[in-house]
């Protein structure tokens, strides 16, 4: 699960089991965690006096115990339910807090095939290129759900597009850009496979396939337009003595090294 500092410093005996993804929480801060981590699996089987028993018990917090057994009394939402865990807590921030409930919010007017695509997405923003493919794999691969437009898969093809991309599998990249562009005509979805291409291919194949095609090539000049806005800003950013700097250092390390 990772490393956790410890606000609360009772750490149950007997772990909690969330069963649906076969995992043992110890601590308040362990199940804060898991509930953050896995917005998109907020439902009704949250709600359980089992919990309840646990916090109060293993954890001994037994006024956030009593509070959440009043709100499954109450019939409350699995979200309000969830917050009141995370707000008891003293873990996060009212800042925080806001967040975490505007994406359950989000999340409570989607469907199935939405919230896959959220956890997805999130897998995808820390870095987990290769579990976040698994998923977007999945969606396209069953029967489609008939109240999403085409744009909506042509999205998960593009974002299937840049996770093989961030793995330096541009063949591949290419491939999902390809059916990206296809389904939801984006513009940048083109850019995307024409340098998924260009990063992927041999010099011949690329000159070949861009020859004679004027979207390609329009498309193209565009991107290197990008290209060079993109290092003139970098430019910017880089003040004159930082930029001295570096070339000190790197005549530094070129004489220690005996490269001049």
């Not at 996770?163 to 999902?176: Q, S, T, V």
């Amino acid at each position: 699960m990772g490393s956790l500092i410890l606000c609360h410093k009772k750490k149950a005996k007997q772990p909690y089991e969330i069963t649906r993804i076969h995992i043992r929480i110890y601590t308040i801060e362990e199940l804060c965690y898991y509930i953050c981590n896995n917005l998109y699996l907020i439902d009704y089987t949250i709600m359980n006096t089992q919990l309840c028993d646990w916090i109060e018990q293993e954890l001994e917090l037994k006024a956030l115990a009593e509070r959440l057994r009043q709100e499954i009394t109450q019939s409350c939402s699995a979200e309000q339910f969830v917050l009141t865990i995370l707000k008891e807590s003293t873990i996060y921030g009212q800042a925080d807090i806001n967040k975490i409930q505007s994406i359950l919010e989000q999340l409570q007017n989607q469907n199935e095939v939405e919230r896959e695509k959220y956890k997805a997405d999130s897998l995808l923003k820390s870095g987990e290129y290769a579990s976040a493919i698994l998923v977007y794999q999945a969606i396209v691969s069953r029967e489609w759900d008939d109240s999403l437009d085409k744009a909506f898969y042509g999205r998960i093809y593009g974002c299937l597009g840049t996770a093989y991309g961030r793995l330096f599998l541009y063949e591949e990249a290419a491939k999902m850009y390809q059916e990206a562009y296809r389904l939801c005509e984006e513009p940048q979805m083109l850019k995307a496979y024409i340098y998924s291409c260009y990063r992927g291919m041999q010099d011949e194949k690329f000159v070949k396939m861009m020859s004679g095609n004027p979207a390609y090539l329009s498309t193209a000049s565009l991107l290197k337009e990008d290209v060079k806005r993109i290092r003139r800003e970098i430019d910017m950013d880089i003040s004159k003595e930082q930029l001295d700097q570096w070339k000190k250092e790197y005549r530094r390390i070129d004489k220690n090294h005996g490269i001049c």
